[in-house]
C-alpha cells in the first residue's frame, strides 16, 4: 500500500475520562480505583489517584515482577462554577487519554483522528445517525421513531429496518 499509513481511529480505542477518576480535593489525600473491570482489553490494572497527579498500573508480563507505570499531572482549570481537573500530556491539558501501543497518550501523542475526519459531509451524517441509533438501542425504537426519521430525512439516507431482538 503506498502513500501515508492509515491513521487510528479514536472512536476504536479504549479511552479513560479524568471525570471518571474524582479527584480528591484535599492535598495529602489520594484513593486508588480498580480499572480491571473498566478497560479488560488493556494492560491497566489500577490508578492511585492524588489532587494533582494520577498514577495508572500495568499488570507485570511475567508473574514474580512489577509491572510498569505511567504518570500524568492533574492541573486545576477554574470554570465559572468551579473547578475542573485536566490530565497533562505532552504540555497540553486534555481531558481523555486513549490507550495505544501498550501505553496511555492523548489524541495528539498518539495521532489518531476522529472517524468524522475520515469521510465527506454525507458521510458524516451517515455516521451521527448510526452513532444516534446504536446509542438508543432497541428497546427505545419505537419512542425516536420520529426523531430518526426527521434525522434521516436530514441526511438523505434510507432508514433502516427495525432491528431484531
Do not use: W
Not at 479514536?10 to 489525600?29: D, M, N, V
Not at 480498580?34 to 488493556?42: E, H, N
Not at 451521527?128 to 441509533?133: K, T, V
Amino acid at each position: 500500500m503506498k502513500g501515508r499509513p492509515r491513521a487510528t481511529i479514536l472512536e476504536s480505542l479504549a479511552s479513560i475520562h479524568c471525570k471518571e477518576l474524582h479527584p480528591p480535593s484535599r492535598y495529602g489525600a489520594s484513593h486508588t480505583i480498580d480499572l480491571s473491570l473498566k478497560m479488560p482489553q488493556t494492560r491497566i490494572t489500577a490508578a492511585k489517584v492524588t489532587c494533582d497527579s494520577v498514577t495508572f498500573y500495568y499488570r507485570p508480563m511475567h508473574r514474580g515482577e512489577t509491572g510498569n507505570t505511567q504518570v500524568f499531572r492533574l492541573l486545576p482549570q477554574r470554570t465559572g462554577y468551579g473547578v475542573r481537573h485536566m490530565f497533562e500530556c505532552c504540555g497540553r491539558r486534555v481531558m481523555r487519554l486513549y490507550f495505544v501501543r501498550g501505553e496511555l497518550h492523548c489524541r495528539f501523542c498518539s495521532g489518531a483522528i476522529h472517524l468524522s475526519q475520515t469521510t465527506n459531509k454525507a458521510g458524516r451524517k451517515a455516521i451521527a445517525l448510526s452513532q444516534l441509533e446504536s446509542l438508543m438501542g432497541s428497546s427505545a425504537y419505537g419512542r425516536y421513531r420520529k426523531l430518526r426519521e426527521r434525522l434521516a430525512k436530514r441526511a438523505g439516507i434510507a432508514l433502516i429496518a427495525k432491528p431484531l431482538r
